[in-house]
């Protein structure tokens, strides 16, 4: 297999060509990833912020090569999204294996996903453990618990602030991070505590934001329906997202509560947060990092030094609310 050129708009170009790496990127079950969207279906709220599953991906392999990760390590982060369903974490609130305040479904099918698809055959082929690529405690880098930072953490939040504009570049970041210890660690307070309030900033505007509950709750509604209905099965949320569409969209002059719950979805039917009179209650995951940093040889984290911080974490932790009122009209 030839080498790939890789344009990447965090890290820059890149030549990849590490032959495993190579086949995993281009089977189908990753480039089905090209086709699923990254925050689940913005676009009608945030235009233009259209990125996928499989730039995180690659980006997440990305990130630990450069910063010398084993390749195992390399390939656990590669193919730690495969189980995304169309619209990604969206799916969370369409099935009840899911959680919507944790959205944890795509977690909860990653192994049985990844030993039905062509990715152990290829793992053999170079000698890999497929057990050993599956048992996340492997890899600590690529995957930890909140509030530490890892690969896959580090990776979004900073693709969507550079997609979303709130950064321009993610260079300060980079050149002001390293790993000691199997952790990620900034090389002072202050560049902790910058990734920390980035991070805030997309929880809290973008990931666990008003309109990402609307967002979140109107597919789920959509898509829920649909497989009621019988317009899709579930099988079918393991397509792309413009698969999904086109297939329902056939019943959408014959239905008028799906035309009605496509409207929602696609930001045209007004609305607001008003807990005493709402429609539907959404619960949305919400995150805080708190990054380490080291200080006269010693390793601590932001919230050890800073007050503020460590409530803050307590505070952005917990599972946020809301209680939406459609307009009726």
């Known amino acids: 297999m030839e080498n790939m050129e890789y344009i990447d708009r965090l890290y820059g170009k890149t030549e990849i060509t590490d032959p495993i790496i190579l086949e995993l990127i281009n089977c189908p ?8 969207d990254q925050s689940g279906y913005f676009t009608p709220f945030y235009p233009g912020t259209e990125q996928s599953r499989f730039e995180h991906s690659v980006g997440v392999y990305l990130l630990l090569k450069i910063y010398g990760a084993p390749i195992e390590e390399q390939i656990a982060g590669l193919i730690h999204d495969a189980s995304h369903a169309a619209f990604s974490h ?38 890999i453990d497929t057990e050993y690529i599956l048992n996340q405690t492997n890899f600590p880098l690529e995957e930890t618990d909140l ?17 979303f504009g709130e950064i321009e570049s993610a260079d300060y970041f980079l050149e002001n991070m390293k790993v000691e210890n199997q952790k990620w660690i900034f090389k002072d307070f202050a560049a902790a505590k910058n990734f920390a309030e980035m991070f805030f900033k997309m929880n809290s505007k973008y990931y666990s934001d008003l309109f990402s509950a609307v967002m979140f709750r109107t597919v789920g509604d959509y898509l829920r329906y649909a497989l009621e209905k019988g317009y899709i099965d579930k099988g ?27 409207d929602r979805m696609n930001n045209k039917v007004k609305f607001e947060n008003s807990p005493a009179d709402f429609d539907v209650r959404v619960i949305c995951k919400s995150r805080a990092v708190d990054p380490r940093f080291r200080v006269d040889g010693v390793v601590k984290k932001v919230s050890d030094v800073d007050r503020e911080w460590k409530t803050i974490l307590e505070t952005e932790s917990k599972p946020k609310t ?8």
């Open 147 to 163: 509030p530490d930072l890892c690969a896959d953490r580090i990776d979004y939040s900073l693709r969507s602030a550079r997609v």
């Open 90 to 127: 969206c799916v969370d609130y369409v099935l009840d294996a899911g959680s919507a305040s944790e959205q944890s479904y795509q977690d909860n099918i990653f192994d049985e996903y990844i030993r039905r698809s062509e990715i152990p055959a290829i793992l053999e082929k170079y000698s």
């Open 236 to 262: 079918d949320l393991y397509s792309t997202d413009s698969e999904v569409l086109a297939k329902v969209a056939q019943f959408h002059g014959k239905d008028e509560k799906l035309r009605r719950l496509f």
């Open 29 to 36: 079950t990753m480039q089905r990833l090209k086709k699923i």
């Open 322 to 329: 809301y209680f939406i009122k459609f307009d009726k009209n």
